[in-house]
């Protein structure tokens, strides 16, 4: 039986089609992702990094002679949420979609894209299931958890000397993902996980997790998860008198975070792409982020802004906004970006990620 969002998504899939086949004074992009709520501000960074490039885009001209029109929704990182969004967008006619933000959401709002014929590319979305699929239309800008997690056990075992583990997460499609990635890579290097545990996602009280993984010898703990807790489980370790290392992926690379541990937090090793903050590249777009926004862009934010122009370059190359073309145009060659040029597998993945290990230093997220 197709599941209930399927069914819905039949009655917009021929308007959708018909949309993005006939002529239209503006080319629209849906721009989708949490925006509110505990995950708000990381959510947020990379669709403000989108629209900061679709407004260069427009004050050019647009592509193909037409301004760009987004159309942004919230999906509150819930999945029904993002269920109703992605209806919401193919009912508006969109061309193509960029995000959503957590894979949870990205899952089943990619179901509907695929049906309606509408091309997704997300920026953050990195549970290794989006893209095994063999949904055609359906792209990331980012690596993928059984890439991260391969990055991140091999620093504890080789770098750390870690060789028990203890394993939480969030029980959601990201962050337990994750962790079975990292546990996998890191028994596969002889490591062993002596706790694996999954907390509810709204959890803030670890102290029973950390006695437990105490007691049964671990020697730092691996978060799966975001940062909104990521922060409470480092205090916590740190006042049980635990003092071994945090690490986690990049879902607790958000300032946030470093308001949560404090500027002097030792050992926490988190992955993420490269930084890009000194790259003369990035200048200019960091500059239009702070004057458009008020504030420093998120670590997602560049994500976002070379996702969007990766997929606009491509439907000025095509010549069209059909899913097919452009999907194909995706795949057939490099794109630039600001941290430099990516380029796309069958599944839709980038042909290499490029996760490092990051810390925090004076205040401030640095590459270790």
């Given amino acids: 039986m197709k599941p209930f969002h399927s069914k819905l998504t039949a009655a917009f899939a021929v308007l959708a089609l018909a949309g993005c086949q006939k ?3 503006t080319i629209k992009i849906g721009l989708a992702g949490v925006q509110t709520g505990s995950d708000g501000e990381i959510g947020a960074a990379p669709i403000r990094g989108s629209q900061i490039a679709i407004d260069e885009w427009n004050a050019k001209g647009g592509v193909l002679g037409k301004p760009i029109e ?13 269920v109703a969004v992605a209806n919401e967008l193919v009912s508006a006619q969109v061309c193509a979609v960029l995000g959503h933000f957590n894979s949870g959401c990205s899952l089943p709002a990619s179901d509907i894209y695929n049906q309606a014929g509408i091309l997704q590319l997300t920026p953050a979305s990195t549970n290794p299931t989006i893209t095994e699929r063999g949904l055609p239309h359906l792209f990331r800008a980012c690596g993928r958890d059984d890439q991260q997690g391969v990055v991140s056990a091999a620093f504890a075992f080789d770098s750390l000397k870690v060789t028990q583990v203890a394993i939480l997460h969030d029980k959601t499609a990201y962050g337990q993902g994750l962790a079975e990635a990292f546990k996998k890579s890191f028994e596969a290097k002889g490591g062993k996980a002596v706790v694996f545990e999954g907390v509810g996602s709204d959890e803030l009280d670890f102290r029973a997790s950390i006695a437990a993984l105490k007691a049964a010898g671990g020697q730092a703990v691996f978060w799966g998860g975001m940062y909104k807790q990521g922060g409470p489980l480092y205090k916590q370790m740190r006042q049980g008198d635990f003092k071994g290392a945090l690490l986690g992926g ?17 050992s926490v090793f988190i992955t993420f792409g ?37 997929l606009l370059l491509a439907i000025k190359k095509a010549g069209t906004t059909n899913a097919d073309t452009v999907s194909k145009m995706l795949r057939s060659q490099e794109w630039p970006t600001l941290a430099g ?8 993945d980038l042909k290499k990620a490029n996760y490092v290990i990051w810390t925090i230093r004076e205040g401030k997220f640095a590459v270790r």
């Avoid at 159309?71 to 999945?79: C, I, L, T």
């Avoid at 200019?284 to 070379?306: N, R, S, T, V």
């Avoid at 040029?341 to 839709?348: A, L, N, V």
């Fill in 70 to 82: 987004t159309v942004n929704r919230d999906d509150e990182g819930k999945p029904d949420q993002a």
């Fill in 341 to 348: 040029s990516i380029s796309f597998d069958e599944k839709g």
């Fill in 274 to 310: 490269p930084d890009f903050n000194g790259l003369p590249v990035a200048k200019p777009f960091l500059a239009a982020y702070k004057a458009k926004y008020g504030q420093e862009a998120g670590g997602y934010a560049i994500y976002g802004y070379d996702a969007a122009n990766v």
């Fill in 250 to 266: 990049d879902g607790i690379y958000e300032t946030e975070l470093i308001k949560t541990v404090g500027p002097k937090a030792d």
């Fill in 23 to 25: 002529k239209a004074d």
